[in-house]
C-alpha cells in the first residue's frame, strides 16, 4: 500500500494496465477562511472557468482548508516549476482576492486510470492506489483501497494462524481487481461526461468562456444539450450500487452466482441483496427493546452464522465449530418475517464472513454440523474442516 506510484510495484515487475497521464494537475493545498466567499452558495467542489485560473476548488473546511487542483500542460510547463511565487496568483485568482491565504503544500499528479495486472507476487500483496488508480472523479479511489485492506486482512490472519490453506490468499485479487476495473470505469465514465458538461457550459471557444456561460445563464431553455447533459451527472454524484452493491464470486464463497456484467447494472440504484458473494445488508433490527444495525450483531474477527427462527441445530453446529451464532427472533426481532426477508425457511441461515460477505446460504438444518463442515472447508481451501 505504497501509494500509485509504487516502488514495490515496480520493483516487482507489475506493470499497470490502462491509460496512463490522461491529464497534469498541481495540487495546491492552502488555508484560509471562505466562508463569506461561499456563503451564498455553499459546496465542496467549485468548478472554475476563467481565463486567470482554471481547475477544482475543493472544500475540505471552508473556514479554514482548501485545495485549488489546477490542470497543467506538462509540454509548456513543467510541473516542478510551479512554486509558491507561480501559485499565488493561481489562488489570488479562483477566490478573486477575497481573502487572505497560505499555502501549506504543492504537489503535482497526473489522472490514470491504471489496474495492476496482478495483486500479488509471492508474499507481496498490492493494496490501494498501488493496485489500482483511477479519476478522482467520484470519489472512489480511497473507498475502494480500504475495501481493498479488510477484503486481504482476514484472509492473511486465518492462514498464518492455520486455519486457512494458501489457496484462500488468491481469493484476494479474484474478489477485488474485478471491483477496481468497475470503479475505474465509471471514475473514468464521469470524468468524460463532466468534460462534455463543461462543452455545453462553457462553448468550444476558451477566449469567449464567459460570454457562451452568461448568455446560457439567461436563457438556459435555449440550449437542447443542457438537461441531458446535466441528466448524464448522475451515476458521477449518486452511485450508491457501485459502492455498496457489489458482489463478489470466488472460491472464497459457495454457490456465489455468476457476477452481472457492468453494463447491467444501474449505479444508483442500490438494492440490499441477500445472495452470497454480496455484503450482508444493513437492517434496522430491535434487540433488547433497542434498536441496533443487523452489521452490528456479527463478529468482524471471525466467520458468523445468521440463523432463521428455527436455529437450535444451526446453533450447536456453530457453537461446535467456534464460529459466531446470531439468530432471528432470538438474538434480535425484525419487523419482516425471516423468510420473507431473506428468501429462506425457518431453519435456513446464512454464512457471513469476517468481512461481512455472504459465504453460503443454507436452506435446511439436516445434518447442520456436517453441510457446515463441508463449506468451511472448501471456501478456506482446507482439505478438512475442523472443530475450533
Ligand atoms: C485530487 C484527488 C481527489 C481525491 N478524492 C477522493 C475522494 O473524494 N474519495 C476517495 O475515496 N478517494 C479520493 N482520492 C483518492 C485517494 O486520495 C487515494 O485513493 C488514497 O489516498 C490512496 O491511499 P493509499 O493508502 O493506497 O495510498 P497513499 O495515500 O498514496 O499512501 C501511500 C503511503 O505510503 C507511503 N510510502 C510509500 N513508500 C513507502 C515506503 N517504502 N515505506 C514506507 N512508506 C511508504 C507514502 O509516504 C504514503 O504515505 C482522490 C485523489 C486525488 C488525487
Not at 500500500?1 to 498541481?26: F, K, W
Not at 498464518?160 to 471514475?187: C, F, H, I, M, W
Not at 433497542?290 to 466467520?303: G, I, M
Request: with cysteine.
Amino acid at each position: 500500500a505504497d501509494g500509485a506510484g509504487s516502488r514495490l510495484r515496480e520493483a516487482l515487475g507489475i506493470a499497470m494496465e490502462g491509460p496512463d497521464a490522461l491529464q497534469h494537475y498541481i495540487m495546491i493545498h492552502f488555508e484560509a477562511d471562505l466562508r463569506a466567499l461561499t456563503a451564498a452558495r455553499p459546496g465542496v467542489l467549485y468548478f472554475l472557468f476563467d481565463p486567470a485560473t482554471s481547475g477544482v476548488l475543493i472544500a475540505y473546511d471552508r473556514a479554514k482548508t482548501w485545495v485549488l487542483m489546477h490542470p497543467c500542460d506538462p509540454a509548456a510547463d513543467a510541473p516542478e516549476s510551479f512554486d509558491e511565487a507561480k501559485c499565488r496568483p493561481l489562488v489570488e485568482a479562483a477566490i478573486a482576492d477575497a481573502a487572505p491565504f497560505a499555502i501549506r503544500n504543492i504537489s503535482p499528479w497526473a489522472m490514470s486510470a491504471q489496474i495492476a495486472e496482478r495483486y500479488r507476487k509471492g508474499r507481496v500483496f498490492l493494496a490501494g492506489d498501488a493496485a489500482h488508480r483511477f479519476p478522482p472523479t467520484g470519489g472512489l479511489g480511497l473507498n475502494t483501497g480500504a475495501v481493498d485492506a479488510q477484503n486481504l486482512a482476514w484472509k492473511l490472519a486465518a492462514v498464518l494462524k492455520g486455519e486457512a490453506g494458501e489457496a484462500l490468499l488468491d481469493t484476494y485479487e479474484a474478489e477485488r481487481r474485478p471491483v477496481a476495473v468497475a470503479n475505474s470505469e465509471q471514475s473514468l465514465m464521469n470524468a468524460s461526461k463532466l468534460f462534455e458538461l463543461f462543452g455545453v457550459l462553457y462553448g468550444p471557444d476558451p477566449a469567449r468562456m464567459n460570454e457562451h456561460y452568461k448568455a446560457l445563464a439567461a436563457d438556459p431553455a435555449a440550449s437542447a444539450a443542457l438537461p441531458a447533459a446535466i441528466e448524464a451527472q448522475r451515476p458521477h454524484f449518486d452511485s450508491f450500487n457501485l459502492q455498496l452493491g457489489y458482489r463478489y464470486a470466488s472460491a472464497a464463497l459457495a454457490g456465489a452466482p455468476p457476477l452481472i456484467p457492468a453494463s447491467d447494472i444501474d449505479i444508483s440504484r442500490y438494492e440490499p441483496s441477500w445472495e452470497v458473494g454480496a455484503h450482508l445488508p444493513h437492517r434496522w433490527v430491535s434487540r433488547g427493546g433497542e434498536r441496533v444495525s443487523l452489521l452490528s450483531l456479527r463478529d468482524p474477527a471471525r466467520f458468523s452464522l445468521l440463523a432463521g427462527p428455527a436455529a437450535s441445530a444451526w446453533r450447536k453446529a456453530a457453537d461446535g465449530f467456534g464460529l459466531h451464532t446470531i439468530s432471528s427472533g432470538c438474538d434480535f426481532t425484525d419487523e419482516d418475517d425471516w423468510s420473507a426477508l431473506t428468501g429462506l425457511p425457518a431453519d435456513g441461515a446464512l454464512l457471513i464472513r469476517p468481512d461481512g460477505h455472504i459465504a453460503c446460504r443454507f436452506d435446511e438444518a439436516d445434518d447442520a454440523p456436517r453441510q457446515l463442515a463441508r463449506v468451511m472447508g472448501s471456501l478456506l481451501s482446507l482439505s478438512a474442516f475442523a472443530p475450533a
